[in-house]
């Protein structure tokens, strides 16, 4: 199964391309090597995928034939991902929602553009 299918299928990426475009600026890695959209996953691989600033770490339990639920991805790729990496996710929040006043209403174009080039 080529890496942008397993990587839809498993519901890393909302849609396939979204996954093959990941493939294609180097966001998805097989230990020192990008990957291209192409290449066929082994049980046994162990994908770190970067979404904003988290590295996100896969490792294939199994391949699916078709699209899965949500329940039953994770009996498809076992989720590696240390607790370092997942806190990024925590202080970028703070980050962005430290800046705004409360009460300030919804975030702006230009607000979204900065918060955009915050997470990458």
């Known amino acids: 199964m080529r890496i942008d299918k ?3 299928a498993i519901r890393i990426f909302k849609t396939r391309s ?7 600026h180097d966001r998805v890695t097989l ?3 990008t990957l291209k959209a192409s290449y066929e ?3 046994g691989d162990v994908i770190v995928v970067r979404k904003n600033a988290v590295h996100y770490h896969y490792q294939v339990v199994a391949l699916p034939t078709t699209r899965v639920s949500a329940k039953l991805a994770a009996a498809f790729a076992a989720d590696l991902t240390p607790p370092t990496e997942l806190d ?7 980050l ?3 800046q705004r006043k409360r009460g300030s209403g919804r975030p ?3 607000d ?4 955009e080039e915050v997470l990458g």
């Open 6 to 8: 397993f990587l839809w």
């Open 18 to 24: 979204e996954a093959a475009e990941a493939c294609k």
């Open 31 to 33: 230990g020192n090597r």
């Open 41 to 43: 996953v082994k049980v």
């Open 88 to 94: 990024k996710l925590d202080t970028h929040k703070m």
């Open 96 to 98: 962005v929602f430290a």
């Open 108 to 110: 702006t174009k230009r």
């Open 112 to 115: 979204r553009r900065k918060l």
